[in-house]
T-cell receptor, first 115, second 111 residues
């Protein structure tokens, strides 16, 4: 069964460092998302991406964050200068069509720890 | 932003019991969704609801989209140990827009 793949599964970094989280969405999907989940809390929306541009972003997704689809298969989230409060599980998700509401398939996540 | 209130926060039940959890919102959603999350994994979609009043089943799971569009519930019948996990409701306002998640219900099933 097709799945969304995320790497690495765990990332430890020092405060102020840049990190890049990588995702390979399901191959025929066109819409891509990043969500995050701080330990013990709910899943929060960060950004959605379609046709090589951001469709929607949340208030969390400030200038320190950026997304990119560098080739036909990868979708990345970059945090330029990490802060302690960026520590969270980051989930990539993809969906086939914009009018398939809620049919997002999530990856297993990257646990980011900022020290 | 929109907020979802999910209750209860946690439940401890015996195998075979039925379970009910619900979500309420101060504003309308046009799609309601229920996800399950196992430790170390991403959310997995259980049920999607698209119309006010809709009642949908998926095996032992049944969910309803409230008539006011401001609430939804999920029932699990005859619980089994593998039902253990965190259940999240999520609302979506417009097709393609962000999902807003509830805070989750931690379900523990004792054999």
């Amino acid at each position: 069964e097709p799945e969304v793949t995320q790497t690495p599964s765990h990332q430890v970094t020092q405060m102020g460092q840049e990190v890049i989280l990588r995702c390979v969405p399901i191959s025929n999907h066109l819409y891509f998302y990043w969500y995050r989940q701080i330990l013990g809390q709910k899943v929060e929306f960060l950004v959605s991406f379609y046709n090589n541009e951001i469709s929607e972003k949340s208030e969390i997704f400030d200038d320190q964050f950026s997304v990119e689809r560098p080739d036909g298969s990868n979708f990345t989230l970059k945090i330029r200068s990490t802060k302690l409060e960026d520590s969270a599980m980051y989930f990539c998700a993809s969906s086939e069509r914009r009018d398939s509401p809620g049919k997002l398939f999530f990856g297993s996540g990257t646990q980011l720890s900022v020290l | 932003g929109q907020q979802l209130n999910q209750s209860p926060q946690s439940m401890f039940i015996q195998e075979g019991e039925d379970v009910s959890m619900n979500c309420t919102s101060s504003s309308i959603f046009n799609t309601w969704l229920w996800y399950k999350q196992d430790p170390g994994e991403g959310p997995v979609l259980l049920i999607a609801l698209y119309k006010a009043g809709e009642l949908t089943s998926n095996g032992r799971l049944t969910a309803q989209f409230g008539i006011t569009r401001k609430d939804s519930f999920l029932n699990i019948s005859a619980s089994i140990p593998s039902d253990v996990g965190i259940y999240f409701c999520a609302g979506q306002l417009d097709s393609g827009s962000r999902l807003t998640f509830g805070e989750g219900t931690q379900l523990t099933v004792n054999p």
